[in-house]
């Protein structure tokens, strides 16, 4: 690989991370997971041995992996609710018809 090559490609990868964080603050998972994808298959053509790059990446996926934690834990209290909603009906509906 030539340098310029080689410094288009880290730009990218930079890039891709960078719009992956943004994707995951505005909670877009589709785009978060397109962003991924589309990384991953640069990484695995040239793995980077800039330490401030790799830093960056690291850093970022790690806010990406909390945000999506947090979404994760947010439809779960979320699917809770609606499960308590439903039970609380059905109870309802048990009693009255009774």
Same mark, same amino acid.
């Given at each position: 690989?030539?340098?310029?090559?080689i410094s288009d490609t880290r *730009?990218?990868?930079?890039?891709?991370?960078?719009?992956?964080?943004?994707?995951?603050?505005? &909670?877009?998972?589709?785009?978060?997971? @397109?962003?991924?994808?589309? %990384? =991953?298959?640069?990484?695995?053509?040239?793995?980077?041995? $800039?330490?401030?790059?790799?830093?960056?990446?690291? %850093?970022? $996926? @790690?806010?990406?992996?909390?945000?999506?934690?947090?979404? @994760? $834990?947010?439809?779960? *209290?979320?699917?809770? *609710?609606? &499960?308590? =909603? %439903?039970?609380?009906?059905?109870?309802? %509906?048990?009693?009255? &018809?009774?």
């Open positions: 690989m030539t340098t310029q090559l *730009k990218r990868v930079v890039e891709l991370t960078e719009r992956m964080g943004e994707a995951a603050r505005r &909670s877009d998972w589709r785009e978060v997971q @397109r962003l991924v994808d589309e %990384r =991953g298959a640069l990484l695995n053509r040239e793995i980077t041995d $800039d330490e401030v790059t790799i830093v960056n990446i690291v %850093r970022t $996926d @790690r806010a990406v992996t909390e945000l999506a934690a947090a979404e @994760r $834990d947010k439809i779960k *209290k979320e699917l809770e *609710k609606i &499960s308590q =909603g %439903r039970r609380a009906v059905n109870a309802y %509906r048990d009693n009255r &018809s009774r």
